[in-house]
């Protein structure tokens, strides 16, 4: 039976403080994960619980750490994550952005010595709530893909994200993985044991393969944006260079590419890159959200192949999951409900989703 989206909100916040998370930071992680469920981004709410819990208990992150802003000037911040999960310190950092900006007209802040932050696009959507576009990236701590024309994993799925208000209050939300799908969608296939389909993952020979253990625990890979060089993956990969040169090489993170990334002994040090621009600073903003408005309703417009399936733009599958899933409840899948009613039993958690 799906929760509704308080109780699964709920439940996510009561499993982080059982871990001795404070509430100041389990009040906007639960948020941002339980926002990623409601709006259809599985692979990246409750389902990350299990892998948070591993680290928690090897000791990679800290539950209690606060960011702290380490350099600054009036258009530029650099936030140290404190070693812990990375929810905190990026809300933190895009709400430093998004001040500055609102100020000086544009503003980016970089963050180091933090974890996995959810779902890039959170981010992304609270510069465009407050009027601004937003844009967001960040490194990984999983290498699953190899370059194109290599057999070598040294890239992750390394996410970007790009948003704009627009007159509608719709606003746009491009929110997408430099990898052909998430790594948490093949996870998510892995808790429920059904294949991938055709073109996700590739095994340890570079040959396609519809087994969604392939790339994490056989020696596999996941595939660039766009599949095989036929497919210009060229271009996927060209996109996680980019993004790890924002979100590691400007914000001082350990490289992907070096052998200690993620292997010190607190915390992950991944790396996030956030910029918010003020579109005022170049013509009126209202004329500038009514010209995203009508972009967006011109492109929906188009005449579909499929009558029954109408043309949508980047953020519109997302909005129609939260208004479904707001009134209906937010579905759980069996097998990941298991594992985590055994996270919350080994944490002594209160269990709310029965």
């Given at each position: ?73 009036p258009v ?179 490289l992907i590419?070096d052998p ?95």
């Amino acid at each position: 039976m799906p929760a509704s989206y308080a109780t699964h909100r709920a439940q996510i916040k009561a499993i982080l403080m059982s871990w001795g998370m404070p509430e100041v930071n389990a009040e906007p992680t639960s948020e941002i994960l339980s926002w990623a469920d409601l709006h259809g981004v599985d692979s990246h709410g409750m389902s990350m619980l299990p892998g948070y819990d591993n680290l928690r208990r090897t000791g990679r992150a800290n539950m209690e750490a606060r960011p702290t802003i380490v350099r600054e000037s009036p258009v530029s911040a650099l936030v140290d994550g404190g070693g812990g999960l990375g929810h905190v310190p990026a809300h933190y950092a895009m709400g430093v952005a998004i001040e500055k900006a609102k100020k000086v007209g544009m503003a980016i802040a970089a963050v180091h010595n933090s974890a996995h932050f959810g779902a890039t696009g959170f981010y992304t959507f609270m510069a465009a709530k407050a009027g601004l576009i937003g844009m967001a990236c960040t490194s990984a701590s999983g290498i699953q893909v190899a370059p194109t024309g290599g057999k070598q994993a040294r890239l992750g799925t390394d996410p970007w994200s790009f948003a704009a208000p627009s007159a509608d209050g719709i606003p746009f939300l491009l929110d997408m993985a430099t990898t052909t799908v998430a790594a948490g969608r093949i996870r998510n296939k892995a808790n429920e044991k059904l294949p991938t389909p055709d073109g996700w993952v590739l095994d340890k020979e570079g040959n396609p393969s519809n087994d969604p253990l392939v790339a994490k625990e056989k020696g596999g890979f996941l595939t660039s944006l766009g599949g095989s060089p036929e497919n210009s993956s060229y271009k996927g990969y060209g996109l996680s260079a980019m993004v790890n040169i924002l979100g590691s090489c400007l914000s001082g993170a350990t490289l992907i590419t070096d052998p200690m990334h993620c292997k010190k002994p607190l915390g992950m040090d991944i790396g996030h890159f956030f910029m918010a621009i003020d579109p005022g600073i170049f013509r009126d903003k209202d004329d500038f959200e009514k010209d995203v408005a009508q972009f967006c309703g011109d492109l929906r417009a188009t005449t579909p192949i499929d009558p029954a399936k109408p043309v949508m733009v980047a953020g519109d599958p997302q909005w129609e999951y939260a208004r479904k899933r707001m009134a209906e409840g937010i579905p759980v899948g069996p097998g990941l409900l298991q594992q985590v009613r055994q996270i919350a039993q080994a944490s002594a958690a209160p269990w709310l989703l029965d």
